[in-house]
């Protein structure tokens, strides 16, 4: 391969995070055919990001996308540390929502892989907020 044509190739980092940005269109997608609104998506704060944030009657979703090769890898791609990290974004998000306070708060993933229908996990992570 020519140098120009290594060149015009995306970046590794900018395939991974096109590729991201379509799971987590496909993901919003999933959720708004089963009755969710997309409240926010990429909401970064407090070292954190929450990939999405939707909301179903009285429950708010606070959702992590992962798309891998398998889904069993997708679910366990989700470690304690991103829980940790998604907590305190989800508080910093909550100071900024006060009507969200109320309601229903969970944890939930959407896990996408090629050949595989995604997969909807409510509350797959405890929310700890307090």
């Known amino acids: 391969m020519s140098a120009a044509a290594r060149d015009r190739q995306p970046s590794r980092q900018a395939r991974a995070q096109r590729a991201g940005l379509r799971a987590e269109v496909l993901a919003a997608l999933v959720l708004t055919l ?70 229903t708060l969970r944890c939930d993933a959407v896990f996408l892989a090629p050949r595989s229908l995604p997969r909807h996990l409510p509350a797959v992570l405890s929310l700890a907020i307090d």
């Open 34 to 103: 089963k009755g969710y609104r997309i409240v926010a998506r990429r909401y970064a704060a407090a070292g954190g990001e929450i990939d999405l944030i939707a909301r179903r009657g009285d429950t708010v979703a606070f959702v992590e996308v992962k798309a891998r090769a398998r889904l069993d890898d997708a679910r366990g791609a989700i470690s304690a540390q991103k829980a940790a990290r998604m907590a305190r974004c989800v508080r910093h998000w909550l100071a900024r929502n006060p009507w969200a306070a109320g309601l």
